[in-house]
């Protein structure tokens, strides 16, 4: 029912992740780097997905570096 907050050499990331039945959502953003996203799936199993190495990889590029 709240924002992870996670401090990294990058800067601080905050991060939200939710869903319903059939439905995953997940955010983030960097308040330094003045960017974020959100990603909605329409399957229970979106959370694969947000777990995924390669997809937290992509998150640490666009919103870290």
């Known amino acids: 029912l709240g924002w992870e907050i996670n401090d990294t050499p990058g800067g601080r990331l905050f991060q939200h992740q939710g869903g319903q039945a059939g439905v995953q959502a997940f955010t983030a953003a960097s308040l330094q780097r003045r960017s974020g996203y959100v990603i ?23 919103l870290l570096t």
Do not use: Q
């Open 40 to 62: 909605l799936t329409n399957s229970d199993n979106g959370w694969k997905v947000f777990y995924d190495e390669r997809f937290a990889g992509l998150v640490n590029e666009i």
